[in-house]
């Protein structure tokens, strides 16, 4: 799969300082911007067709999520990816969403259940070469679980510290990878839909255990994006 291209366009009829950082945090999470490229304040707000400010706030609050590294008197550049990172954020995703899924299996909500199969139906659409689109919409599933639990605030809990994860997810996505993660994803459903806790805990436990399997591999021939001190 090749990757998808995030969008360079800010709009004018929303805030300018979220959609800054959003373009440049995707674009470092689908490794546009690689790991020890260094990002100029005056060049992204160029591209961007903004002000330096939002780019400035933007660099600190990818500063704070550990996607770049503000150095003195040297500049701002991409951070390698931290596999302990991804590790700690795997094991924290798991215990929440754990929850999340049993909380969700035990009303499993009619409409909710309908929901999910309509994701679920988008997600085979995807072309094979968008694994973006991909993304989104597992981010979206995700989410729907975490709203439908009525647990929103943890999964802004899970969003914050994940975009090391992310990277690696990104990474990681191609053909076979898709079709195994659609398969898992409608495992978790039919639990829910059955009303069964325990079979969709289950379910979900393996989906985010995925990661143990292609981390490894990715960091061995890509060896070049992880830090190399772990």
């Known amino acids: 799969m090749q990757n998808a291209k995030s969008p360079k366009v800010v709009a004018i009829s929303e805030s300018v300082g979220p959609q800054v950082y959003r373009i440049l945090r995707e674009r470092i999470i689908q490794a546009e911007l690689l790991p020890g490229e260094r990002l100029s304040e005056s060049d992204a707000a160029k591209s ?21 590294q503000v150095l003195p008197q040297r500049g701002t550049f991409v951070t390698k990816i931290s596999v302990a990172s991804v590790m700690d954020v795997r094991f924290v995703r798991e215990a929440i969403e754990a929850d999340i899924v049993r909380l969700v299996a035990e009303g499993h909500a009619p ?3 309908a929901e999910l199969r309509r994701q679920l139906a988008e997600q085979r659409k995807v ?9 989104r919409l597992d981010e979206l599933f995700h989410h729907t679980l975490a709203a439908a639990a009525g647990k929103a605030y943890a999964w802004s809990v899970i ?35 059955a009303g069964d806790k325990v079979a969709a805990e289950e379910a979900i436990r ?15 021939s890509r060896a070049e994006l992880f830090d190399d001190t772990e």
Do not use: C, N, W
């Open 48 to 68: 961007l067709s903004v002000s330096r400010q939002p780019v400035r706030e933007a660099f600190i609050k990818l500063s704070e999520e550990g996607l770049v």
């Open 111 to 113: 409409e909710t259940i």
């Open 127 to 135: 072309p094979h070469d968008d694994r973006a689109a991909f993304l």
């Open 159 to 193: 969003e914050s510290v994940k975009a090391q994860m992310d990277r690696v997810r990104f990474l990681s996505v191609d053909d076979m990878h898709v079709g195994r993660l659609i398969e898992q994803h409608e495992k978790i459903v039919d639990g829910i839909a």
């Open 206 to 220: 393996l989906h985010l255990r995925e990661i143990l399997t292609s981390l490894p591999e990715i960091a061995r």
